[in-house]
């Protein structure tokens, strides 16, 4: 048999005159030719006379590791296998790579389909077990589905790797443990001469099992689809201990966090890391789409598809002119082109066939950051307009007004409260959870019954400690035909909070629906508010259980006075209500040249952590302002029907509330308006 020469026709874009010597003919050539390439594998180079490094792993990438391609020939579709192309997003990685490991920091990348991250988490796998001796790779995720993904392009390259830096192995089980070695002939037993570079195969099991790496140390490891492990961050807290110098704290394994837009089904957790990397340590950049200050990596589809990427020379490309650069080639995105050609034609084929189809389209293919946190068909609102809404009022710095409501001796009243409303969506342990009543416009002086409707979901104490469940109460004031009244058909008060003691809650919730004479529609599931407000005797400002219950569970036997319990039925017919009234119409106007403006009832939310809710809204997790403002909206619907006096368009004071929006006062909304206790002792809280 003929003595292997350990060469290969190797296609090297960085030295593209390099060409490997014959280890039988050239021995001594050959042991210096690869003695070299492996410290360029190891350690990188410098082209252009030192002015641009090129990282040891991108050498490997885009020289010596093999992928699948996708070929076409004549007509069909075949699979075939070769070097990755050098696009520009692989030198973005090559950088943000060795920032992270020299910063001890994690990436967490998500972003559009098909630009290869799972490429990345097996090039990056294979590069440090081929490489490097008694080094450990944990290939990680939800899923043993989306773990194969990753391991399946791993064992692709490494059978196709290069034939000096093939390794044997001693163990071969891709669902457990990979190991690098061989054994000794006398002894059969491994040999100490055996590499022991190991893939380690872990799964977390949906996030039910955070400590699935427990044990493990690292070089590299990879969690993939982060937006399917429901809990994400104490899966990652409780492998840290794995990743980090127990003496020092610092970093020794380079970790990414990796997901797919789309695939977001429990993304909650992935989305709050992403959005605060400075809490997780994780690598932070610019976010220049949506001016949220520091985010993860996000990958926008406009450079993650292939097609619209255009060859250009690496000298072009980096800004810098020298021969060891105009040699070599890189696809650069040409994103423009992809907005205009792919993302915006799909856009509008989605939008047509309905929003559930645009919110997977907007998921699969974001553009902007929070588009890849969408959960499909899991939110049935429009997501689009509940952003808008909220960077309105942050440019407009619209904003309530924390109140505390007490009883002076005579009447119950408001002053200002130093507390502030809660502001983070979920809550974490360690927040403060007390919150604090806002109010938007005051009550009525005299309100009639009927004109105030109010949503109540309570919280339940014995479960809330280490809960993100809060206790939300929203108040509503309908359209009616009184003149000189400021805004109506809108949410103008919201206590949402969990404080220590629940009584304080129940009484907060009790004084502002006493302050409002608002009848409330109550999450009866637990009764103790329930019983608090009996209790008091202020049980009549509670809604009996609605009639129309029935419609919705004909057969139910279940009868209880006050409110109802939000079974998945009933929260499809509340969301309904609450959908309809964010896209409805609420008001038309037309300038002097005659085009027409319409204001869609979302103008009219002005709480930001509400349309936050609406934003991330799922059918599984804790979403109480939803919940509460569906309530009083839907009891609100309920009485139109029956007592529905005026349109909005009646109203000059309420034009004037859509003219404001259109301004730029840099105050508040409700200038103009006063309250009883306004009127009595001219205080100036609302002007």
Same mark, same amino acid.
């Given at each position: ?21 014959n ?73 943000n ?9 994690i ?31 944990c ?16 064992e ?107 695939? $977001? ?18 690598l ?73 189809? $645009? ?64 502001d ?18 005051p ?17 339940n ?22 003149t ?17 003691d ?26 103790g ?12 400002y ?33 969301n309904d209500?609450? +959908?309809?009234?964010?896209n ?9 040249e ?9 103008? +009219? ?8 809710e ?19 909206i ?19 004071v ?23 206790k ?10």
């Open positions: 048999m003929a003595k292997e020469t350990y060469q290969r026709k190797t296609k090297n874009i960085w030295f593209p005159n390099q060409k490997e010597p280890a039988i003919t050239d021995p001594e050539l050959f042991l210096a030719y690869w003695a070299r390439e492996k410290e360029r594998l190891i350690d990188g180079f410098y082209l252009a006379n030192g002015q641009v490094y090129v990282s040891g792993w991108l050498y490997w990438h885009t020289v010596y590791w093999t992928i699948e391609l996708n070929t076409e020939i004549n007509g069909k579709a075949y699979k075939t296998t070769g070097t990755p192309t050098f696009r520009d997003i692989d030198w973005e990685m090559s950088i790579k060795e920032k992270a490991e020299a910063a001890g920091e990436i967490e990348l998500v972003g559009a389909r098909g630009f290869g991250k799972s490429v990345w988490d097996g090039s990056i796998g294979g590069y440090y077990y081929t490489l490097f001796d008694d080094v450990e790779v290939i990680s995720g939800a899923h043993n589905t989306d773990i194969r993904v990753v391991t399946d392009k791993i692709v390259g490494l059978t196709n790797i290069h034939p000096v830096l093939k390794k044997q192995r001693i163990q071969s089980n891709w669902k457990t443990t990979v190991r690098a070695g061989f054994k000794d002939k006398k002894t059969g037993q491994p040999s100490e001469m055996s590499s022991n570079s190991r893939f380690e195969i872990r799964n977390y099991k949906q996030g039910n099992d955070s400590m699935a790496c427990n044990g493990l140390r690292p070089k590299f490891h990879v969690l993939d689809e982060i937006g399917k492990i429901k809990n994400l961050k104490a899966c990652v807290s409780d492998t840290v201990p794995c990743w980090i110098n127990p003496d020092t704290g610092k970093y020794l394994a380079v970790v990414i966090l990796s997901g797919t837009g789309g695939d $977001m089904e429990v993304g909650q957790d992935a989305g709050e890391m992403f959005f605060e990397p400075w809490s997780w340590n994780i932070q950049f610019d976010d220049i789409w949506e001016g949220r200050g520091k985010i993860g990596w996000f990958m926008p589809a406009t450079k993650a598809i292939g097609k619209y990427k255009e060859p250009k020379k690496l000298s072009e490309y980096l800004g810098i002119k020298h021969p060891d650069l105009d040699q070599i080639s890189i696809l650069v995105s040409n994103e423009q082109r992809c907005l205009d050609e792919f993302v915006k034609p799909r856009r509008l084929i989605a939008e047509k066939a309905g929003l559930s189809s $645009m919110i997977k389209e907007k998921a699969y293919y974001p553009i902007v950051p929070s588009e890849s946190f969408l959960v499909i068909s899991q939110n049935p609102f429009n997501v689009d307009q509940a952003k808008a809404q909220q960077i309105r009022l942050k440019e407009k710095q619209i904003t309530g007004t924390p109140v505390e409501i007490y009883h002076d001796g005579e009447q119950l009243t408001h002053k200002f409260s130093n507390k502030r409303p809660i983070r969506f979920p809550v974490r342990t360690g927040d403060n959870t007390e919150g604090v009543i806002v109010m938007i416009e009550p009525l002086v005299g309100s009639p019954w009927g004109l105030y409707t109010a949503g109540i979901d309570p919280y104490q014995d479960k809330s400690q280490n809960s993100d469940s809060l206790g939300a109460c929203y108040v509503f004031k309908r359209v009616h035909s009184i000189g009244e400021a805004y109506q058909d809108m949410l103008v008060a919201y206590y949402v909070g969990r404080p220590d629940q009584f304080e809650w129940f009484e907060n919730v009790r004084k502002l629906l006493k302050y409002y004479n608002a009848t409330a529609l109550v999450e009866n599931e637990n009764p508010f329930i019983q608090y407000m009996t209790l008091k005797g202020d049980g009549h509670l809604r009996d259980q609605p009639e129309w219950l029935k419609d919705i569970h004909s057969n139910s036997s279940v009868k209880r006075d006050k409110g109802l319990h939000v079974t998945p039925k009933i929260r499809d017919y509340l209500h609450l +959908k309809r009234y964010l409805d119409v609420a008001y038309t106007s037309t300038d002097e005659g085009n027409k403006r319409e204001f869609l009832g979302v103008h +009219k939310v002005l709480d930001p952590m509400l349309l936050e609406i934003i991330k809204y799922n059918s599984t997790g804790n979403f109480d302002r939803v919940v509460a403002a569906s309530l009083a839907a009891y609100a619907d309920e009485l139109n029907q029956k007592m529905k006096e005026a349109t909005a368009n009646d109203h000059d309420y034009k004037s509330y859509f003219q404001k929006i259109q301004t730029n006062q840099k105050r508040s909304m409700f200038n103009d308006v006063r309250s009883h306004t009127m009595k002792s001219k205080n100036k809280m609302f002007l």
